[in-house]
């Protein structure tokens, strides 16, 4: 059986963002459909193109959500709790990782041409090393 980071990375390989590979990784079909799940993810890729937190944070809170995020606007138990889990995901990211940006991340402003060409040298270390570490962190709480 494949691991959850090698799933993630292969989403990547197929031309998904960070983002997108997180979620379509964790997701199952009776929570959110792929396509659906490719569709909403798509424009948290490189920090919401700007350079800002990675999308592989982001899809990692996505994911959160999905399992522990509120139905209802009176639900604020649990509101909390996904708040909770957020707030350890991110933690556990940035440890891993050293930054939760992509601008950090990659040591680059990426909306610039010249820190555009830097993020897609560094893609293969620095963001592949970004979804792995979110989908083990991921992997290991039980999602």
Request: aromatic share 6%.
């Amino acid at each position: 059986m494949q691991s959850k980071s090698d799933i993630a990375a292969g989403y990547l390989d197929e031309g998904f963002s960070c983002s997108t590979s997180i979620l379509l990784t964790f997701r199952n079909d009776d929570e959110l459909d792929a396509e659906t799940a490719a569709r909403i993810s798509c424009g948290f890729g490189g920090g919401c193109s700007s350079g800002e937190l990675c999308g592989a944070a982001v899809g990692g809170v996505m994911v959160i959500g999905l399992k522990h995020g509120q139905e209802s606007g009176s639900d604020t138990g649990a509101k909390a709790n996904c708040r909770a889990h957020v707030i350890k995901f991110i933690g556990d990211f940035k440890e891993k990782n050293g930054a939760l940006t992509c601008r950090d991340l990659l040591d680059c402003d990426p909306t610039t041409e010249e820190g555009h060409a830097i993020y897609l040298a560094k893609r293969a270390t620095v963001c592949y090393g970004a979804v792995r570490n979110a989908a083990d962190i991921l992997a290991d709480a039980g999602y």
